[in-house]
């Protein structure tokens, strides 16, 4: 089985790598192979919301990160987000890479199972959390329980290795995902998915 991890910050050797491969470590225990990508690497335009990706399932611009790790996603069983926290947000140039990676090909990551994580210094992290949960939620993909939010806290490269519970919250959940990866895997034999419908869209005004 196969995980693609999506570091979104800009530094190579930092936190956020860290915690990747904190996980990653873990996963591999499991039988779980981990590819990571790095989301941040040179300039990321955000979505231009053209729809030119309606049809082709590729996103129309021209630089082809994101269509590359769409590609891989597609064919792996697992997701991993990573952002630093920002102003207690997404960095940008991850918000764009993940605006356009979803928009053009998120309904077809359904029923794969999804995580989140980040590092901060010291506040905000929460709500990155939850930002990048957002992603996998209206994907369909299905998010790996773990014992607390998936942080860890540190300032210096290698400082969140010195965060007890953070790493230990980071090991629980990479177990958890190779659990629920496999049980997927499973259940796509013995528990049918549900039917798909076409979907509704609506607005407030029609």
């Known amino acids: 089985m196969k995980v693609i991890a999506l570091n979104g910050s800009p530094r190579k050797e930092n ?5 990747l491969s904190i996980m990653a470590a873990e996963l591999r225990k499991s039988g779980v192979e981990t590819e990571i990508i790095r989301a941040a690497e040179g300039a990321v335009r ?5 729809n030119g990706c309606a049809k082709t399932r590729r996103c129309a611009f021209a630089d082809d990160a994101v269509n590359t790790a769409a590609e891989k996603i597609r064919a792996a069983d697992g997701l991993i987000l990573a952002s630093p926290t920002y102003y207690g947000g997404i960095n940008g140039t991850m918000k764009s890479f993940l605006d356009r990676l979803f928009y053009s090909s998120g309904r077809e990551f359904a029923y794969k199972a999804g995580a989140s994580i980040t590092v901060v210094r010291r506040a905000g992290a929460v709500d990155v959390i ?3 949960n957002n992603y996998l939620n209206l994907a369909e993909m299905v998010i790996p329980p773990s014992q607390y939010w998936a942080v860890a806290y540190g300032t ?3 400082e969140i290795t010195q ?5 230990q919250t980071l090991q629980k959940h990479a177990r958890a995902m190779a659990w629920l990866m496999k049980s997927l895997e499973y259940a796509k034999t013995a528990v049918p998915r549900p ?3 076409q979907r509704e869209t609506t607005n407030f005004i029609r």
Do not use: K, S
């Open 156 to 158: 210096a490269p290698g």
């Open 195 to 197: 039917e798909p419908v």
């Open 15 to 19: 936190n956020t790598a860290i915690a």
């Open 163 to 167: 965060d007890a519970e953070g790493v």
């Open 46 to 50: 955000g979505c231009a919301a053209c």
């Open 130 to 132: 939850h930002q990048l």
